[in-house]
């Protein structure tokens, strides 16, 4: 596995952003963005799942969004930055969208672990590697340290608001 970057933790920072809106709407905190060859952001989102619907990933947005403005040679140059590793739904709109490399935060194995350790119910969906789903791409993540611990504390803040509201 390639080495996380401090260019690839700059970009995360930029999602642990994104998530931190998300939060502060009332959703679960997930953020992404979208990485031109230049190592410009060229697009970014945050989870709306609860303004839309259970489908309002930032990766979909992300992947529809590059579908929809990107030639398909500027794709695969690109990378997504994220807060937490591909669901299956969202690895799969990555793949077919032709995205080139993933960055990603949190794997999916510490995020149930994390919602076990919250008392939280699980997710509805098995978390599969996203190795498992994409091909020929370049995959970095999860990140240690002090990113992972803000995005975990976001998760733990996320369930109590969760709990409070029930």
Same mark, same amino acid.
């Given at each position: 596995?390639? @080495?996380? &970057?401090?260019?690839?933790?700059?970009?995360?920072?930029? %999602?642990?952003?994104? =998530?931190?809106?998300?939060?502060? $709407? !009332?959703?679960?905190?997930?953020?992404?963005?979208?990485?031109?060859?230049?190592?410009?952001?060229?697009?970014?989102?945050?989870?709306?799942?609860?303004?839309?619907?259970?489908?309002?990933?930032?990766?979909?947005?992300?992947?529809?969004?590059?579908?929809?403005?990107?030639?398909?040679?500027? @794709?695969? &140059?690109?990378?997504?930055?994220?807060?937490?590793?591909? %669901?299956?739904?969202? =690895?799969?709109?990555?793949?077919? $969208? !032709?995205?080139?490399?993933?960055?990603?935060?949190?794997?999916?194995?510490?995020?149930?672990?994390?919602?076990?350790?919250?008392?939280?119910?699980?997710?509805?969906?098995?978390?599969?590697?996203?190795?498992?789903?994409?091909?020929?791409?370049?995959?970095?993540?999860?990140?240690?340290?002090?990113?992972?611990?803000?995005?975990?504390?976001?998760?733990?803040?996320?369930?109590?608001?969760?709990?409070?509201?029930?």
């Amino acid at each position: 596995m390639e @080495r996380i &970057t401090e260019q690839d933790k700059n970009f995360l920072k930029q %999602c642990l952003q994104l =998530a931190q809106e998300s939060l502060d $709407a !009332g959703d679960e905190p997930f953020g992404s963005v979208l990485v031109d060859e230049s190592g410009s952001v060229i697009a970014s989102s945050r989870n709306r799942v609860n303004e839309i619907n259970a489908l309002a990933h930032p990766e979909i947005d992300l992947a529809r969004w590059a579908l929809e403005n990107m030639k398909p040679e500027h @794709r695969k &140059t690109a990378t997504m930055y994220t807060t937490g590793e591909h %669901c299956p739904m969202c =690895a799969g709109a990555h793949g077919w $969208a !032709g995205i080139g490399s993933l960055v990603y935060l949190a794997s999916g194995m510490q995020l149930s672990a994390w919602f076990s350790e919250f008392g939280r119910d699980p997710a509805p969906i098995n978390f599969i590697p996203v190795q498992d789903i994409l091909k020929d791409i370049v995959i970095k993540g999860p990140v240690e340290g002090y990113l992972l611990d803000q995005i975990k504390e976001m998760h733990h803040k996320s369930y109590l608001t969760i709990q409070n509201s029930k």
